[in-house]
């Protein structure tokens, strides 16, 4: 049976995988931004193709919305699966990752799709469309910064992860090491003369195991006092 930390590296998957599909979709669109957002458009030209651009998009079937959405749910999933049970050094890092996700989220429901619902109408507030297609192409640079910054922090994990299980590994291995030339010592005490060798994981099971032991004499004790 699966264990939590066989569970985590999926979280971290479908984290990295909503994120990167989002931001492919915006980079998808880019072309068109750039000319709008970027370029100064005497003509025009480049809001009326933009606009064009949205209107397909908005009148894409149904499905073609709700995979994006589900992407969406699958990051959040991805979230609360390495929330579940945090470590104290990575704790903040999970909350932090999940914020930005969250906050991604919530650009695209008010900008996004706010502004596909007035491309479909035509109405667009108290601005013309040309700025309102702005606007919605700033939402989608605001959201790359944000998925970045997801990225950096799931990337900041895993290193500090695997940095945490390289600094235990140097530990065991001179564990291991101290406690096998104790024994060899007192071999050669005893005249006897043997190699010993002893791998960090047994030091690791005993180590536990004299935590154990103390942890049960000392409620033995308090019982006899009592």
């Known amino acids: 049976m699966m264990g ?7 979280g971290t998957g479908l984290i990295l995988f909503a994120s990167g599909f989002s931001l ?14 970027w370029r100064y458009d005497e003509t ?26 589900f992407v969406f749910v699958l990051g959040l999933i991805g ?5 579940y049970k ?11 990752s999940l914020g930005l996700f969250v906050l991604a989220i919530v650009i695209y429901l008010t900008n996004l799709r706010i502004g596909l619902q007035s491309v479909d109408h035509g109405d667009w507030g108290e601005v013309d469309y040309q700025t309102g ?11 790359v910064v944000i998925l970045v910054g997801v990225l950096f922090l799931q990337g900041g994990l895993y290193y500090a992860t695997w940095y945490d299980a390289e ?27 043997s190699e010993i060798t002893i791998e960090p994981e047994q030091v690791e099971i005993s180590t536990k195991k004299s935590t154990t032991a103390s942890g049960s004499k000392s409620k033995k004790g308090k019982k ?3």
Do not use: C
């Not at 939590?4 to 999926?10: A, G, H, L, Q």
């Not at 998009?57 to 994006?68: I, R």
């Not at 297609?133 to 959201?143: E, F, P, R, T």
């Open 133 to 143: 297609l702005n606007v919605m192409a700033a939402s989608k640079m605001m959201i």
């Open 224 to 226: 006899r006092k009592e």
């Open 86 to 96: 945090p470590t104290d050094d990575t704790m903040y890092f999970h909350y932090g």
């Open 44 to 69: 025009g030209a480049a809001f009326e193709k933009t606009l064009a651009m949205y209107k397909v998009w908005n009148e894409s079937p149904l499905y073609v919305h709700y995979l994006l959405h």
């Open 167 to 193: 600094l235990k590994r140097e530990f065991l291995e001179r564990e291991a090491a101290l406690e096998a030339a104790e024994l060899q010592k007192q071999l050669a005490a005893e005249g006897k003369d």
């Open 4 to 10: 939590y930390k066989e569970i985590v590296p999926i």
């Open 79 to 83: 979230h609360f699966i390495k929330l």
């Open 24 to 37: 492919g979709i915006i980079y998808g669109q880019w072309p068109w931004d750039l000319n709008t957002l």
